[in-house]
């Protein structure tokens, strides 16, 4: 199944941009730790301890802040300033998620804005090439 290019409508983007983001933050670092458990998510969590990361979802005015420390990702303190922010639009990460684009066709086409540590981008755009997001349930569910 294609997931069409579409932006979140402003409704709903203002009605999520509303809403507290340590709901959906926290079911990230949970999805991140189960990953990372079962084997589908191939990190060395050495080369991410220690680092705050941002999932920016633009058109949903949505900012996931978690960190890395002691092999496991963990929501992110308040205040913490991140040292990568990956930005896009929701369908943008669904698309990568899903492996119908790969993050570097996002990033050359403008959809995925990497901000930060450069070194530690490269480090995450190849973590998430190396995903077999097919085994995940997000993939499964969107097979149905």
Same mark, same amino acid.
């Given at each position: 199944?294609?997931?069409?290019?579409?932006? &979140? %409508?402003? %409704?709903?983007?203002?009605?999520? =941009?509303?809403?507290?983001?340590? %709901?959906?933050?926290? &079911? &990230?670092?949970?999805?991140?730790?189960?990953?990372?458990?079962? =084997?589908?998510?191939?990190?060395?969590?050495?080369?991410?301890? =220690?680092?705050? #990361?941002?999932?920016?979802?633009?058109?949903?005015?949505?900012?996931?802040?978690?960190?890395?420390?002691?092999?496991?990702?963990?929501?992110? %303190?308040?205040?913490?300033?991140?040292?990568?922010?990956?930005?896009?639009?929701?369908?943008?990460?669904?698309?990568?998620?899903?492996?119908?684009?790969?993050?570097?066709?996002?990033? #050359?086409?403008?959809?995925?804005?990497?901000?930060?540590?450069?070194?530690? =981008?490269?480090?995450?755009?190849? &973590?998430?090439?190396?995903?077999?997001?097919?085994?995940?349930?997000?993939?499964?569910?969107?097979?149905?």
């Amino acid at each position: 199944m294609r997931i069409p290019d579409f932006t &979140l %409508p402003s %409704p709903v983007a203002s009605l999520v =941009g509303t809403l507290p983001a340590t %709901p959906p933050a926290w &079911l &990230l670092v949970q999805s991140l730790n189960h990953l990372l458990k079962k =084997g589908i998510l191939p990190a060395d969590t050495g080369l991410l301890d =220690g680092r705050c #990361f941002m999932v920016a979802v633009k058109d949903a005015g949505l900012n996931l802040c978690f960190c890395c420390s002691n092999e496991a990702f963990r929501l992110a %303190p308040a205040g913490a300033v991140p040292d990568l922010t990956l930005s896009a639009n929701f369908a943008d990460f669904l698309r990568m998620m899903l492996r119908e684009e790969d993050p570097d066709t996002l990033f #050359f086409n403008r959809k995925l804005s990497i901000e930060g540590d450069t070194e530690l =981008g490269l480090i995450v755009k190849n &973590l998430l090439d190396s995903v077999d997001w097919s085994e995940t349930p997000l993939a499964r569910f969107m097979a149905v």
